[in-house]
């Protein structure tokens, strides 16, 4: 069975550095590029970053770039999202998917989301 | 504000036809496949449609999609009231080098 699975979330206050991890299973994790794509209380579905199959190119959405920096250790079949000097704008739930460079195929599967909630 | 323009809200009786569009830009879906994703209340977004108007396996042909120029549409007839949920579509946004999304449509099936 395709899984993803994130964890890492939690409380974390202003400026402050968190790290998402998202454990794939059940596909070749090394040729398929990831994302995570977060979802603030109430909103709509926010792209945040994605990377390449091989991590050679990575993406990330201007509201989060110097940042955050996404990464991947394909031998270990894990995306991981380093999240630092944090903001209250940044409380979502935060999804991994896969695929999600460039349109072909969407992002087929998605995990269950872990939160991340930024405040003092 | 989001890339992608979604109506908010959409309502149809069970049974009946709802048609939810997504609009764009020539960067955006001008250029690129659209998807579209179904979250039901308090669950992760789920694949619906891809490229265009491809289903994934398991996605009933109740549900279709479709593009012209700069816009798209997903289309879902027979409703049930188990279609309640929220859709998105997103696709790539070849100027930005970014994955963009509507800002989702919630479906009521009254």
């Known amino acids: 069975e395709v899984q993803l699975l994130e964890s890492g979330g939690g409380l974390e206050q202003p400026g402050g550095s968190l790290r998402l991890s998202c454990a794939a299973s059940?596909?070749?994790?090394?040729?398929?590029?990831m994302s995570w794509v977060r979802q603030a209380p109430g909103k709509g579905l926010q792209w945040v970053s994605a990377?390449?199959?091989?991590?050679?190119?990575?993406y990330y959405a201007d509201s989060v770039k110097g940042r955050f920096t996404i990464s991947r250790d394909n031998s270990m079949n894990t995306l991981y999202l380093q999240m630092n000097s944090l903001r209250a704008e940044d409380t979502a739930v935060y999804y991994c998917?896969?695929?999600?460079?460039?349109?072909?195929?969407?992002?087929?599967?998605w995990g269950q989301g872990t939160t991340v909630t930024v405040s003092s | 504000q989001s890339v992608l323009t979604q109506p908010p809200s959409v309502s149809a009786a069970p049974g009946q036809k709802v048609t939810i569009s997504c609009s764009g830009s020539?960067?955006?879906?001008?250029?690129?496949?659209v998807s579209w994703y179904q979250q039901l209340p308090g669950t992760a977004p789920k694949l619906l449609i891809y490229?265009?108007?491809k289903r994934p396996s398991g996605i009933p042909d109740r549900f279709s999609g479709s593009k012209s120029g700069t816009s798209a549409t997903l289309g879902i007839t027979g409703l049930q009231t188990g279609d309640e949920a929220d859709y998105h579509c997103?696709?790539?946004?070849?100027?930005?080098?970014?994955?963009?999304f509507g800002g989702g449509t919630k479906l009521t099936v009254l």
């Open positions: 998917a896969k695929g999600g460079v460039g349109a072909t195929g969407g992002m087929d599967v």
């Open positions: 059940g596909f070749t994790f090394s040729i398929y590029a």
């Open positions: 990377i390449s199959g091989s991590g050679a190119s990575t």
């Open positions: 020539t960067s955006t879906i001008g250029n690129n496949y």
């Open positions: 490229d265009n108007n």
């Open positions: 997103g696709t790539w946004d070849s100027s930005l080098s970014a994955w963009v």
